[in-house]
Nanobody, 115 residues
Framework: VQLQASGGGLVLPGGALRLSCASA?????????RAWYRQAPGKERELVAR???????DYVDSVKGRFAISRDIRQNTLHLQMNNLQPEDTAVYYC?????????WGSGTQVTVSS
């Protein structure tokens, strides 16, 4: 049971990145990716964006208007389009999902915004 996040990197302020989260199948079952979190050095992990099974989305105030969460149901992937990135967005970004009732964390991907 695993989630794999990708797409992080180093960008200049004002730049953009697109994160992706994919689930590997286990005995025909897959994790349902549902949210993105991030953790900056010395800070607690925080929810960035989430999507309900019905497609409702929710964002932390600091990213509203800049980030967009989306999903590909067929591929069972979750994406986070991040525009107008700022230094305060620097963090390790984690994908979160559900495997049945089990909460699953994916590997993190580093996002660094710096000039």
């Amino acid at each position: 049971v695993q989630l794999q996040a990708s797409g992080g990197g180093l960008v200049l302020p004002g730049g953009a990145l697109r994160l992706s989260c994919a689930s590997a199948s286990t005995n025909g079952r897959r994790v349902r990716p549902r949210a993105w979190y991030r953790q900056a050095p010395g800070k607690e992990r925080e929810l960035v964006a989430r999507m309900s099974p019905g497609g409702m989305v929710d964002y932390v105030d600091s990213v509203k208007g800049r980030f967009a969460i989306s999903r590909d149901i067929r591929q069972n992937t979750l994406h986070l389009q991040m525009n107008n990135l700022q230094p305060e967005d620097t963090a390790v970004y984690y994908c979160n999902g559900l495997f049945g009732s089990l909460n699953v964390w994916g590997s993190g991907t580093q996002v660094t915004v710096s000039s």
